[in-house]
């Protein structure tokens, strides 16, 4: 769109979504960056505001990126996810700015022939979605829990469903209720 990335761009962006009537189109929840979260609306009413006023149920993306895992390169190795450390007072300050839920990003990478993903990442990427999860519904946020399997790939879709499968909060010691599994990551019975 030829659009430069900065905050002044992405809160004329943002102002023009979330003062939009998503409500009236059937969103629900919107997932927000951390600098949207304490951002206001033009006529200084906070965006959080803008979408509660619509039914709209303001959430927040937690973690902090993906890391490589063990060695491998970020573009096209196994990953992990960063953030786990400072959650815990980070989740407890977006409870008080409005947000109601909390979104983080665990992706797992299938390459058979490289042998990804490994099942120490499949391990790694589990727990740590099952930390953030404990961490979120202390804080009072809903967590979603999205096992990511990455599409891109050669891979069956038995692959791909038993490792989500494997990933399932139930099986980490994550309490079900009060979580969001997405239809992604519950798509295995």
């Known amino acids: 769109a030829g659009l430069v990335n900065d905050e002044s761009t992405r809160h004329a962006y943002r102002e023009l979504y979330y003062t939009s009537p998503l409500g009236e189109a059937g969103i629900s929840g919107a997932i927000m960056f951390k600098e949207a979260l304490y951002q206001s609306a ?3 009413t906070p965006f959080v505001e ?3 006023r619509q039914g709209v149920m303001p959430g927040i993306k937690v973690d902090e990126g993906l890391l490589p895992f063990e060695g491998h390169d970020l573009a096209t190795g196994e990953t992990s996810t960063k953030g786990l450390e400072a959650l815990a007072a ?8 409005g947000a109601r839920f909390a979104k983080w990003r665990a992706a797992l990478r299938i390459n058979e022939s490289k042998g ?12 740590q979605l099952a930390e953030y999860a404990v961490i979120c519904q202390a804080a009072g946020l809903v967590p979603i829990v999205e096992p990511e399997v990455l599409i891109d790939g050669p891979h069956s879709m038995q692959v791909g469903g038993l490792l989500l499968y494997m990933q399932q909060p139930s099986r980490s010691c994550c309490p079900l209720a009060g979580t969001v599994c997405t239809p992604h990551a519950a798509f295995v019975s």
């Open 42 to 44: 033009s006529d200084g």
């Open 50 to 52: 803008c979408l509660k």
């Open 90 to 97: 980070a989740a407890a300050e977006y409870v008080k700015a």
């Open 116 to 127: 990804y993903p490994s099942e120490r990442a499949v391990e790694l990427n589990a727990q």
